[in-house]
């Protein structure tokens, strides 16, 4: 099975900030990468697919990058609405693993 | 407006059974794959398990298998998950995902882009 881990676990930031946070799988995974962004109590939000593309009605502030194994989700300049949860999920096999997550909390 | 409904959470005895539903609404059902995917309170998420728009394709976590069944009715745009010998570790809030692809497949560029609000399970003696 793959396994997916995040980098780091948790983060402070300030607003206007800029942040990465990263992604690494067990074994390549092409650009089979996805990103999601969750709040507390609220469903998973679907930011990235093929680990750059982004999807529809996502604010250009938040892009993707990598293949293989290892990966990136940026956002360029940290909003309040982007205090969040991010988890990035492989969908290269069928077993579609999620990453353990990466908390963004105010600074 | 894509909706996703989950029932039939609740509390339930370890080693007996519950069947969740997900109704959807608000784009073509036969159109897309769907998952079902559980978060532990105050854990990450896991997915559990998903079927293709034709009822092909299903998979399962590894941590469920042989134990949880998908299945999935077009004409009631729905999606089902019977669960067995239901655990302990098995308690989290269930989320019934819509799938940006009809198929599920390998290296097949899915990702859920629709989510439902979830329902708790809770096995507990």
């Known amino acids: 099975d793959i396994q997916m881990t995040q980098s780091p676990s948790s983060l402070s930031a300030s607003v206007g900030d800029r942040v990465t946070i990263t992604c690494r799988a067990s074994?390549?995974?092409?650009?089979?990468l996805n990103w999601y962004q969750q709040k507390p109590g609220k469903a998973p939000k679907l930011l990235i697919y093929?680990?750059?593309s982004l999807q529809s009605g996502v604010p250009s502030r938040f892009s993707g990058s990598g293949s293989g194994t290892d990966f990136t989700l940026t956002i360029s300049s940290l909003q309040p609405e982007d205090f969040a949860t991010y988890y990035c999920q492989q969908s290269y096999s069928l077993l579609f693993t999620f990453g353990p997550g990466t908390k963004v909390d105010i600074k | 407006e894509v909706q996703l409904v989950e029932s039939g959470g609740g509390l339930v005895q370890p080693g007996r059974s519950l069947r969740l539903s997900c109704a959807a609404s608000?784009?073509?059902?036969?159109?897309?794959?769907m998952h079902w995917v559980r978060q532990a309170p105050g854990k990450g998420l896991e997915w559990v398990t998903g079927i293709g728009w034709n009822g092909a394709g299903a998979d399962y976590a590894d941590s469920v298998k042989g134990r949880f069944t998908i299945s999935r009715d077009n004409a009631k745009h729905s999606i089902y998950l019977q669960m067995n010998s239901l655990r302990v570790e098995d308690t989290a809030f269930y989320y019934c995902?819509?799938?940006?692809?009809?198929?599920?497949?390998?290296?097949?560029?899915?990702?859920?882009?629709?989510w439902g609000r979830g329902t708790l399970v809770t096995v507990s003696s």
């Open positions: 995902a819509k799938d940006i692809r009809p198929s599920i497949a390998a290296a097949g560029f899915n990702g859920f882009d629709s």
């Open positions: 093929a680990a750059s």
């Open positions: 608000g784009f073509i059902f036969d159109d897309h794959a």
């Open positions: 074994q390549s995974i092409s650009i089979y």
